[in-house]
Every structure is written in structure tokens, then in C-alpha cells.
């Protein structure tokens, strides 16, 4: 098992920045799959960005080039830096860790105002 803390959400204007941290309670060395989730209200959850064990990186269409994976496996962190913020990008957002199974954190709110 592995439990997942996010932090670093917050109140954002348009075009501003904020960097997600997501800290496992263990090492990461040995999860293929780190993944950022979002849901926003009414919506259901969508991948926004992978991280593979080698640094093999994917995004949703909607966040490449403004959003930025990166993990840490010394520190077991999980870093998700989002530039260039718009409204729609409102959600909770969930760290992942796909292991045989699903790992989840309790997310973190980010809002973004217009």
C-alpha cells in the first residue's frame, strides 16, 4: 500500500501559476505509473499528466504546454506545475498511483478566477 498527500492548491487569477506537490508514504522507485487527476463540478475525473519510472511523460490535450510532471523518486514526490492557468482548469486534483492497483489521495481544490 501506498497513501498520497496532495498540497499546494489554491485561489489563482487567469494566466497565474501554482505547483502541486504530492508526497507517497513510501518509495516510488518501483510505480511505473504516477498520474495527476482532476474533476471538476458535474464532471467526471480526467488524466491530466503521467509519469512512467523512466520519465516518459503524457498529457491531456487541454494542458500541454502549460502543465509540466515531474517526479522525485528520492523523495517520493510528485510535482505537477501548471502555468498559464485558465478558468476551466477549476477542479480538484487527485494524485494517483497505479500499482496492480489504484492508490488515490484526498485532493487538492485549485480555483482559478477570471
Known amino acids: 500500500q501506498v497513501q498520497l498527500v496532495e498540497s499546494g492548491g489554491g485561489l489563482v487569477q487567469a494566466g497565474g501559476s501554482l505547483r502541486l506537490s504530492c508526497a507517497a508514504s513510501?518509495?516510488?522507485?518501483?510505480?511505473?505509473?504516477m498520474n495527476w487527476y482532476r474533476q471538476a463540478p458535474g464532471k467526471q475525473r480526467e488524466l491530466v499528466a503521467t509519469i512512467t519510472g523512466l520519465g516518459y511523460t503524457n498529457y491531456a490535450d487541454s494542458v500541454k504546454g502549460r502543465f509540466t510532471i515531474s517526479r522525485n523518486n528520492a523523495k517520493n514526490t510528485v510535482d505537477l506545475q501548471m502555468n498559464s492557468l485558465k478558468p476551466e482548469d477549476t477542479a480538484v486534483y487527485y494524485c494517483?498511483?497505479?500499482?496492480?492497483?489504484?492508490?488515490w489521495g484526498q485532493g487538492t481544490q485549485v480555483t482559478v478566477s477570471s
Open positions: 494517483n498511483a497505479f500499482e496492480n492497483t489504484s492508490y
Open positions: 513510501r518509495s516510488i522507485f518501483s510505480i511505473n505509473r
